[in-house]
Every structure is written in structure tokens, then in C-alpha cells.
């Protein structure tokens, strides 16, 4: 099933039917092909004549399933010729999953290199032949029409084969963990300004690739860390010496039902001995560097605390195991890590930070505190952090690296993740993978009070102070009922000639609440406004693909693709995705096609071998703006090749 492409198909489905004729001679096999009306004229004059086959059209959509189950057998067949060889590349056939998981048997015949070709082969799952010509294809075929068992014996294997490796959900799921894996551990420049939260990563891994039930958070701040845990029904012993960071937390716990019952907080400071009445230092900078160090200028005593160990608070508590010991103390970790009863507990993950700045002055360095952790056997991974620019700000991240090493910045800071089992990798760089959030642009998103620029490959994106930029698609909408209407913007400046001319405009949109969404396309400027528009209420957590299309009139030297937040019901802010951008001209017979969302790379396949190259050619390259994929841009080259040999020969 499917089309016969003089460089991808034809030639070995011909063999195929070739050797399929010489079998029904004496045996009563039958090829059947359901092929496209514009590869149907060129099959029935070269194969109809042959015994045993038959041409026909495509099988109705509703009949595919079918039709595939009740076949005795199944064939996927690429050409040996090396310009089909290169043209498919690792192209996989779209269809050979539902193939596989049909219950009738495969036959696929191709050269070793084509991926589909190779993936059967290596699986095992089909009869696979990868030489043309002798007496391979003509016994592999006899094998399966006269050895009921083998066909069965394939078609089960295939089927196990498809649900443990070919489910759709399996192949996203792997898609996304080899992108997380592949750029998690960095390095970023400071530009990139990527950002996660080690505790966050931490509780992630808890959630699939570990288990627990008790955690230890000293230096609770304001409770960012410990809520994660709580929500999961852990008991929590926190720790806040601070009277002011410890007061916003004990508000927000008064506000957390039982969960209030999980938590012990405690508002000593914690080290590696007992003491009472020392002096602790505050900054009006940032309510995050609170300690019992003045390693910044902006820090004063305020208040005095006294000071514990873990040992003196775990002797009263029966406590079977703990599970996340996290330390934030600005420069007392090492002590306190000292201070824990190592010989009757050794957490599942340790999280500390490490600052040399803030604790050469104590006596110890960030190597100190590693190798501290190395000698109870863990396994520990710097999560370094570009230098501090200054405290109370979005800080950057850097890069993980496995322990020991040296840091990139003798003035870098970050924090150590110890695990007491062997952790596996790729989950720990999936799950930063999956917080990781890079700036774009540059500014403070605060400090926004007017429309701000960024750029992106093709278009320049503008936006409202309403949006805030979390990632390079995702962005925060705030939604104030009474204020201006607040735009996010795709611009194309210099889309070349307007008048007379149709354009197209397309954009995915997933919104994390419901939402109203006004989208528009439309010039950008002074002249009399042309533009056509769609409202579309956005469902929370589904994907919307919104196409606009438009004649312009006039001329004019930029067009913007445009949305706006027309509600949210009683919601006040969400995360909204917007991506898969294009704006472009195409034909205007092809207005209909794009808005029904049928231009896609079948329809523009479908243009070049219908001859229809000037068409084909506009259709690639607008896709290639959308999506810029090498297919696109090299299938745009072969259509204006060939439109340029049909010019050459006009004119002889």
C-alpha cells in the first residue's frame, strides 16, 4: 500500500510482482497493490498483464485496518539503485508499525542501509531479503505461502515487538527522554541563562526512579523545597532559624490543611555541636542569604539562635531510615553534615551547597565537602552555577558534572547531589532536562513596562508586558480584565511583494488553564488595515493548530501573526505554548488545502510527481519555514530543478 515512487519503491515492488507472476504459474499467490491514482496509469501498463497481480486504489481509511489483518502476508520493498539508497536515508517507513502490528506476516526487500530495511532485519520480526536478483525473494515468498508456522511464528514476534518498543506513547516517551538526556548536563554559557532547581530534580527522581518517605530540609526558607515532599505524604523535619523567613512559612503551612500535620519546624540553626545565643546575620538584598556568617557586606545580626545537630534531633524520633537530607546554610553545610548520625542513617540523596567564597573563611572548601561525602560511599555530581552576579536575583546555571572534578570558575557556586545507590544517568538527566528553562532575549521580565523585542530564526517576536517569557515556547500570560489588551506578536519584516498576493500563517497553541484566544494575521504599519482573524477556546493541556490565510491587497512592508487573551474564566494567569510557527506565501489554489490542514509533505510529494514543480517548490519551501527539516529543503531544490528543465525546454 502506498505510492510507487521511481526513488524510493517501484523497481523492487516490480520484482516483487515479477516473482510473484512466476510462482502463480503453479501455485495460486497473488500480489494485490493499492496505490495512488497518479502511480496507478504507470503499474497497470507495466504490471497488470503479469498473473497473479492485481492494481487498485487505495483502501478507504476506514478499511486500512482491516484490510492489512486479514492479508496472508505484508510487504515493504525499497529500491537497491544508490540514488534511491541516499534519497531515502534514514527515513523509516511511516507504515511499517501498523505492518508489524497487523498479525499477518512481513516480507520486507531492500539493500542493507535503507533504516527500515535494517531496523526489520536487526529486530527479527519480518522475512527480510537484502539482495537483488538470484533466488532469495522467490524462496523467501514460497517460504511464507507454504510454511503457515513461520508466517505465525513472525507475525506473534512482530506484535510483541510493536508493544514493547513501537506504541506511540513508548516512542514519545523516548523521543523526549534522549532530548532531555542530550543537552541536561550542559554547559550553558551565562547568556543562554539556563536555570532549574536541584530540589525539584530531586523530588522528580522520588516520583519515578526512587522512593521514600522522610526528608530533612535545614534552611527551610520560605518552604519551596519541603512542599514537593508534604504533597507526597512524607514527614518532613525543617529547619528555619531566621524569624522572618520562618514566619511566611509558618503562614503558609496554617494554610495547608493536614499536611501541617506531616511537619516538625524548628527554629534552631543546625551544625556540628551545640551552642546557644549566637549572633545571626540577615540582608535586606535577599532573604535567601540568612546565616551564621556575614560573608556580604549587607548582612547584620538582628536576632541570636542557638544551634543543634541532626544526631541530638534524630535520638528523640524513631525514625526508620531518612531518605532527602537537603542543606542550605550559606557556607555551615559541612557541619552540619558532621553532625548527622551517620552510624544509624544514610539518606537515599544528599543535596548541599558549596560556595568557596563563603567557606574558605570557615576552613573548608567545596573539594572538602565532596570528599566528606565520598568517604560515606556516595556517588556525587556537582550542579555548578555560573559565578553570583549579585543575591536576589535569577541566578545561571552552568553544568553537571560527575565528581571529582575541578570547576569551570574558581568563583562558581552550585550544589552537590549525592546518592547513596548507584543512580542511573540518563534519569537524572532526563529529569533536569525536563526543568531546564533558558532565557531568551535579555532583561529582567519585572522591569518590563513596554513592548519588548526578542528574535528568533525567522520572525521577530514582540510582546506585552502581560507575557513573560518562561522558555524559547513557553510564556505566562497574566490576564487583567480591565487593562489594554496585551498582544503577543510574530513579525515578518520584509515579506517581499504583498499585493495581489495570498499568504498563509500557522501556530500550535496548548494552554496549561482554558482560554478564549483571539489569532490574527494581518500588516503591520500605517496603511489601511488588512487582516483576517479566529477565535479559538483553548481546552487546558491540548494542542490547537491554528491556520489563517489571506489575499492582500495592498503592499505592505511587514506582516504580523498575532494573539491576544480574550478570558480565562476566574483564572488569573497560566502557561501558554506557541510554536511551530510560519508565515509565508503560497499559491492561491492552495488557500483551502493549508486552512483544512492538508498541506503537509504528503501534499507537496503528491505536487512534485503530479509535475505540478512551481507549486511543489513554494509548498517545500514553506514548510521548511515552518519546520526546518532537510527534506524539505532538499525536495524545494528538486522541485525547481525540474521546473527549471521544463523552462530550458519551452524555449527549444
Not at 96 to 124: F, H, K, N, Q, W
Not at 187 to 197: I, L, M, S, T, V
Not at 207 to 235: C, N, S, T, Y
Amino acid at each position: 500500500m502506498g505510492a510507487l515512487a521511481d526513488d524510493m519503491t517501484y523497481a523492487s515492488v516490480c520484482d516483487v510482482a515479477h516473482a510473484v507472476a512466476g510462482l502463480a504459474e503453479a501455485h495460486p499467490v497473488r500480489l494485490e497493490i493499492h496505490t495512488m491514482h497518479w502511480c496507478r496509469e504507470k503499474a497497470e501498463r507495466d504490471l497488470a498483464g503479469l498473473r497473479g497481480v492485481k492494481i487498485q486504489g487505495l483502501v478507504a481509511e476506514g478499511e486500512y485496518e482491516r484490510t492489512l489483518s486479514e492479508a496472508d502476508a505484508l510487504l515493504i520493498a525499497y529500491n537497491f539503485d544508490p540514488g534511491s539508497i541516499a534519497y531515502i536515508g534514514y527515513s523509516l517507513a511511516n507504515k511499517m508499525p501498523e505492518c508489524l502490528a497487523s498479525g499477518a506476516p512481513l516480507l520486507a526487500y531492500g539493500p542493507r542501509g535503507v533504516a527500515t530495511i535494517d531496523y526489520l532485519e536487526a529486530a527479527g520480526v519480518a522475512a527480510v531479503v537484502t539482495e537483488r536478483g538470484g533466488s532469495a525473494l522467490v524462496q523467501a515468498i514460497e517460504r511464507l505461502v507454504f510454511d503457515p508456522g513461520l508466517g505465525s511464528s513472525l507475525a506473534q514476534s512482530a506484535r510483541r515487538h510493536v508493544e514493547a518498543n513501537l506504541s506511540r506513547a513508548i516512542v514519545q516517551k523516548r523521543f523526549r527522554d534522549v532530548l532531555h538526556e542530550a543537552w541536561a548536563i550542559g554547559p550553558f554559557p551565562r547568556e543562554a541563562g539556563a536555570h532549574y532547581d536541584e530540589t525539584d530534580c530531586i523530588s522528580a527522581l522520588f516520583d519515578e526512579a526512587l522512593q521514600g518517605a522522610v526528608m530533612i530540609d535545614v534552611g527551610a526558607h520560605h518552604g519551596h523545597a519541603l512542599f514537593p515532599f508534604l504533597h507526597k505524604g512524607w514527614r518532613v523535619f525543617a529547619f528555619e532559624p531566621d524569624n522572618g523567613n520562618r514566619a511566611i512559612l509558618e503562614k503558609r503551612l496554617e494554610h495547608s490543611g493536614e499536611l501541617r500535620s506531616l511537619i516538625r519546624l524548628d527554629d534552631r540553626a543546625v551544625s556540628d555541636h551545640v551552642s546557644t545565643g549566637l549572633a545571626f546575620y540577615r540582608s535586606d538584598q535577599s532573604s535567601g542569604i540568612s546565616g551564621l556568617s556575614a560573608f556580604h557586606p549587607s548582612h547584620v545580626s538582628k536576632q541570636t539562635v542557638d544551634t543543634t545537630t541532626l544526631s541530638e534531633v534524630l535520638a528523640e524520633d524513631d525514625l526508620p531510615g531518612v531518605d532527602f537530607l537537603k542543606i542550605d546554610t550559606e557556607g555551615h553545610d559541612l557541619f552540619v553534615l558532621r553532625g548527622f548520625p551517620w552510624h544509624r542513617f544514610r539518606p537515599a540523596v544528599i543535596e548541599c551547597e558549596f560556595e568557596d567564597a563563603k567557606t574558605i573563611p570557615l576552613g573548608y572548601t567545596f573539594h572538602d565537602m565532596a570528599g566528606f561525602l565520598l568517604e560515606q560511599g556516595y556517588r556525587v555530581y556537582v550542579s555548578e552555577w555560573h559565578p553570583i552576579i549579585r543575591y536576589g536575583i535569577r541566578h545561571d546555571w552552568h553544568r553537571l558534572a560527575p565528581y571529582p572534578c575541578e570547576l569551570s570558575d574558581h568563583n562558581a557556586w552550585g550544589n552537590l547531589l549525592a546518592f547513596r545507590e548507584s543512580i542511573d544517568e540518563a534519569a537524572l538527566a532526563n529529569a533536569i532536562g525536563k526543568l531546564i528553562k533558558v532565557r531568551q532575549g535579555s532583561g529582567h521580565a519585572g522591569e518590563r513596562n513596554s513592548l519588548v523585542l526578542a528574535t528568533d530564526r525567522r520572525y521577530r517576536i514582540a510582546f506585552d508586558p502581560a507575557f513573560r517569557q518562561l522558555s524559547s515556547n513557553i510564556w505566562r500570560y497574566h490576564h487583567d480584565p480591565g487593562s489594554p489588551r496585551q498582544h503577543w506578536m510574530a513579525i515578518v519584516d520584509a515579506p517581499g511583494e504583498t499585493a495581489g498576493r495570498t499568504f498563509a500563517a500557522g501556530m500550535r497553541l496548548r494552554a496549561s488553564v482554558p482560554m478564549v484566544v483571539m489569532v490574527s494575521l494581518g500588516r503591520l504599519g500605517g496603511a489601511e488595515y488588512e487582516g483576517v482573524s479566529e477565535r479559538v477556546h483553548l481546552e487546558a493541556g491540548q494542542d490547537r493548530q491554528m491556520r489563517l490565510t489571506l489575499a492582500f491587497n495592498g503592499a505592505h512592508p511587514a506582516l504580523k501573526l498575532q494573539l491576544y487573551v480574550e478570558g480565562m474564566g476566574l483564572v488569573r494567569e497560566g502557561d501558554l505554548i506557541v510554536d511551530s510557527l510560519c508565515v509565508g506565501e503560497i499559491p492561491a489554489g492552495l488557500a483551502d488545502a493549508f486552512t483544512d490542514g492538508k498541506l503537509d509533505l504528503r501534499a507537496a510529494n503528491h505536487l512534485l510527481r503530479s509535475g505540478r514543480n512551481t507549486e511543489a517548490a513554494t509548498v517545500y519551501e514553506f514548510l521548511f519555514a515552518r519546520n526546518p527539516l532537510r527534506i524539505y529543503r532538499d525536495n524545494a531544490e528538486i522541485a525547481k530543478a525540474r521546473r527549471s528543465a521544463e523552462m530550458v525546454e519551452g524555449q527549444s
